[in-house]
């Protein structure tokens, strides 16, 4: 069975993302710095606006090209739906931890993946996660006022939690989301959310694997990604560097695309030149000044797992990798 990959956390190769590609489509496909290699089917890109979403905006990407290549048609899914049930799982791994754990916009590629397999998904159309008269999605009071709720619940526990609290929870994610209906139509049938994803989308959670890179766990076995965003410990598939590089630009070019979780605040970083190189972290390179035929610094797996356990290569933003350019 051939599986779609999600990469966590950040490795340094020239791709394009779906992203990169939308909002600077002129320096990246006509740029004479570079050679088009592949650029497989995608979707056009969503804007995440004021949320911390990326997680759930890239893996979507990816899902939404996999049912191109599938030849299943061209879908527009909804991300607020996934982003409103993984609060969901939030609130209650928050609540059973007694607070001590991460509670926040971010998550992370798997997310969507088991929150598709368990609650199903949605049209675009049929749920944009805004609550009528709003056009913006912006979730900072929100979240604050989620988490505000879940600490007065724990602060307050000394008795049994009221079983009925999650119901609380939901008025304030329908104040500031809007209400989820129970089905929608598609094609004019009506669906709930779990037989679209089913019956439609042709939905597996086992399609899709993650992947990663680092030596302080052993190759060829999975573990638990030690990131702020994983808050549901979900496990990755541990590979030597140079084989995920590999896996990356075999996987493009048999025509998959691949999420991509990474460190864009570094400074080989240039989203508007549509590059992602390594200079050395204590290098002071003007940003503008960066060029595609510039030298990088040498890079192993032992340094970059220093600037993992440096917290100097963290994961800040996901992405959907879609083309392979030289």
Known sequence: MKRIILFPVLFFVAIISNAQLQAVKSDIIVSPEFTLLKNNAATTVKNQERTGTCWA???????????????????????????????????????????HAQFGEGGLGHDVIRSISKY??????????????????????????LKDYLDALIKAS???????WL????????????????????????????????????????????????????????????????????????????????????AINGGYSIMWDADVSNNGFRTTKGLALFFDPSAKIPKDSIRADMAEAKWDPAIRQDLYEELVTQDDHLMHITGLEK
């Not at 944009?128 to 900072?140: E, F, I, R, V």
């Not at 000394?158 to 009925?164: K, R, Y």
């Not at 694997?209 to 030596?215: A, M, P, Q």
């Open 120 to 145: 199903g998904a949605m049209t675009q159309e049929s749920y944009n996660g805004l609550k009528p008269g709003d056009s913006t999605l912006d979730h900072q009071k929100m979240v604050k006022e």
């Open 57 to 99: 905006y890239s893996t979507t990407s990816l899902l939404e090209s996999q049912l191109l290549k599938n030849n299943a048609g061209t879908f527009d899914l909804s991300e607020m739906f996934t982003v409103r049930n993984i609060y969901i799982e939030k609130a209650k791994n928050y609540i059973l931890r007694l607070g």
């Open 167 to 250: 119901k609380g929870y939901n008025n304030i994610l329908d104040n500031y989301m809007g209400t989820v209906p129970a089905s929608f139509t598609y094609n004019g049938k009506a669906y709930t959310p779990t037989e679209f994803a089913k019956s439609v989308m042709k939905f597996n959670a086992d399609d899709y694997v993650n992947i990663t890179s680092f030596t302080h766990q052993p190759y060829y076995q999975s573990f638990v990604v030690q990131v702020p965003d994983n808050f549901s410990n979900g496990n990755y598939y541990n590979l030597p560097l140079n084989e995920m590089i590999d896996l990356v630009k075999s």
């Open 158 to 164: 000394g008795h049994p939690l009221a079983q009925d």
